[in-house]
């Protein structure tokens, strides 16, 4: 309807002036923009229930009193990537670590991803998770992990809640590293300066250099792959100038 007008208002006499047209011209534009983004959020929206990802939840709080349990205490723009590629974007995720969930809002719904299973990735505000199998020991157990950096070998983070020993204390947010080399699972990794070293022996140096002067803490998830970017980066021009 308001399409319509927008057309009807278009023809209007010549004696019309200038500012007026480019003004109904403006109105046109932003309703065909406005409409075509409506139509592709509601075919997404449409989408989420039948590739059965998700199952709707009642969440009371979008800001949680207990915000030391989630990786993400607010709902972030994220994308999801499914194991097929398709990709999912218009919604909005946290990571409850104390529950190993990903909660989602979608417009002004909440569901939790039931079927990770189904996803390649998430993407959230540019951190990518993924649903994996790992090793905890000897024992096989399946979770999200944080990736840090791709290629043969790949290092992930393991969120987790630690015990208190007081139950009035809060609990504490942590995390360990995985080391997962190319068609094994994902396993614990003892050392992270000897995995640098071994990895990466010809840029010990300037991976010394780079932690000292960007004052870099390696037991936080974000500053060891600000690290393993800048080495993987300088890996490639190092091949590329050969």
């Known amino acids: 309807m308001i399409f319509l007008w927008c057309i009807f208002a278009f023809n209007i ?25 409506f139509s592709q959020e509601k075919i997404i929206w449409k989408d989420y229930p039948n590739l059965g990802i998700m199952q709707y939840t009642v969440i009371l709080n979008d800001t949680p009193i207990e915000e ?17 590629n398709t990709e999912l974007n218009s919604i909005k995720i946290r990571y409850n670590v104390k529950e190993d969930v990903m909660e989602c809002k979608i417009g002004s719904q909440h569901s939790i ?37 791709q290629g043969n070998q790949k290092i992930y983070a393991k969120h987790f809640i630690s015990a208190t020993k007081n139950e009035w204390e809060l609990s504490k947010l942590k995390s360990y590293y995985l080391l997962q080399n190319k068609g094994e699972l994902p396993r614990k990794l003892n050392s992270v300066k000897s995995f640098i070293s071994h990895s990466f022996r010809n840029l010990i140096k300037q991976a010394h250099d780079f932690e000292k002067s960007n004052q870099l803490n390696l037991n936080k998830p974000q500053d060891l792959k600000k690290l393993l970017t800048y080495l993987g980066n300088l890996s490639k021009d190092i091949v590329t100038s050969r």
Not at 28 to 35: G, K, P, T, W, Y
Not at 123 to 141: A, M
């Open 113 to 149: 991803i039931k079927s990770p299973e189904k996803l390649k990735e998430i993407n959230i505000n540019g951190q990518c998770f993924e649903y994996k199998k790992y090793l905890v020991k000897k024992d096989i157990t399946s979770g999200y992990l944080q990736r840090l950096s």
């Open 13 to 37: 006499q010549p004696t019309t002036t200038n500012m007026l047209k480019r003004l109904l011209y403006s109105t046109v534009l932003f309703c065909i923009i406005s409409i075509h983004g």
């Open 68 to 84: 030391n349990i989630y990786h993400n205490p607010q709902f972030k723009p994220s994308k999801l990537t499914t194991t097929e």
